[in-house]
């Protein structure tokens, strides 16, 4: 049981993260295609948005990744998946975008438990807990 506990959460946090920080990529990538996408789907200001969306699924999804500062990532997390998902996927009778709203509900819920449980030992945050 020991052992589940140091390896788990670092694993957690690897599959937590991974989405963050490959959709931050892919938006860096091609910035004004993403801003197209946002402007489709009514996000306010979608030139700069698309910014602030890279930024936020970088470093929130690197922190998570690392440990580090992960209450503070996992909060911006909520409210990034929080907003995306009641400002963008809740279209009624649109079964995927339904899809993706409850997806933006359940990350939501478990970067709940990591603000409340933390990194765990194999992280940054977690070498001053130790």
């Known amino acids: 049981m020991h052992a589940m506990k140091a390896y788990l959460p670092p694993l957690a946090r690897l599959l937590m993260s991974s989405l963050f920080i490959w959709d931050g990529i892919l938006q860096l990538r091609d910035p004004s295609g993403t801003a ?33 500062k992960i209450r503070w990532a996992a909060a911006a997390l909520v409210v990034f998946c929080l907003g995306t998902g009641f400002g963008v996927h809740l279209a009624a009778g649109d079964v995927n975008n339904m899809i993706h709203f409850y997806k933006n509900l359940v990350m939501a819920g478990g970067f709940l438990y990591v603000m409340t449980y933390g990194a765990g030992a194999m992280s940054i945050d977690g070498v001053d807990e130790a």
């Open 36 to 68: 197209k996408y946002f402007a489709s789907v009514h996000v306010p200001i979608p030139d700069v948005a698309v910014w602030i969306s890279i930024v936020i699924h970088l470093l929130a999804g690197l922190g998570i990744l690392a440990g580090f």
